[in-house]
């Protein structure tokens, strides 16, 4: 099993790890702050070097039986202890972009009571779906003042785990029209825009809405009676 280090500290750049199996794909270690894609978030990239100085390059990782893969083209080192480094300039936009789409949904959930039905996201933009019957250039207009209305608000956000019954518990926890948490997860990992939103969730994202930078929203379309999309561009 793997610690997980970027659930507990968004910024961590660099670790030292040990490789505790060499499969097929890459290498599965003791600990990473390799975030490994999901919740719509792409995974990070960087490189893992050896005591020798050799260095991988590592621009996936696979999830497999439980095991967190860095996958490594071409010859794989064995075990031993590596310096992993991500790609902290792709990672950071990925944090502030994650952490806007969780502005948008909180926004619309406070005021049009509309739950995400999908979403999903690359470096500096995403998309997201909800649950609305109608949505005009006049609200996607108003949406986008708000959006950014709670940047300049400057709210902190809070990383914490909890028990899974005691998550449970909290009120509109889950913001997804169905809910996504597998039942086999034990504790769960939430993220409070302090004032604006509390979500379960389980990637990276900034300490400050003031470090997302402005959104603007760029495109929407219908994908149904009461399903409107909803895609934005983070901006510095």
């Known amino acids: 099993m793997t610690k997980l280090l970027y659930q507990t500290d968004s910024y961590l750049k660099e670790f030292t790890a040990t490789i505790i199996e060499t499969v097929e794909e890459g290498v599965v270690l ?26 991988y390059e590592i ?12 996958v490594i083209d071409g010859d794989k080192p064995q075990q031993q202890e590596v310096k992993g480094k991500i790609d902290w300039q ?23 009571n509309a739950a995400v039905t999908g979403g999903n996201m690359q470096v500096c933009q995403g998309r997201m779906d909800f649950e609305l019957e109608g949505m005009q250039r006049e609200m996607v207009s108003e949406i986008e003042i708000k959006i950014n209305d709670e940047i300049r608000q400057q709210r902190p956000i809070v990383i914490k785990i909890h028990p899974r019954e005691e998550a449970l518990k909290i009120p509109d926890l889950i913001r997804t029209k169905t809910n996504l948490v597998p039942k086999e997860i ?15 969730d389980g990637g990276t994202h900034v300490a400050n809405t003031k470090e997302v930078g402005s959104l603007k929203l760029i495109k929407y379309k219908s994908k149904g009676r009461i399903n409107k999309r909803l895609t934005m561009a983070v901006e510095d």
């Open 90 to 112: 792709r990672r950071y936009k990925l944090m502030r972009t994650h952490t806007a789409m969780h502005i948008l949904c909180g926004v619309i959930w406070r005021d049009y």
């Open 59 to 70: 621009n996936a990782i696979a999830k497999r039986d439980g095991k967190i893969i860095h």
């Open 30 to 55: 003791d600990q990473s702050t390799f975030y490994p894609g999901g919740g719509g978030q792409p995974c990070d990239y960087g490189s893992l070097e050896t005591l020798d100085g050799k260095t």
């Open 186 to 200: 034990t504790e769960i990992r939430t993220v409070d825009i302090v004032g604006l939103d509390l979500q379960a």
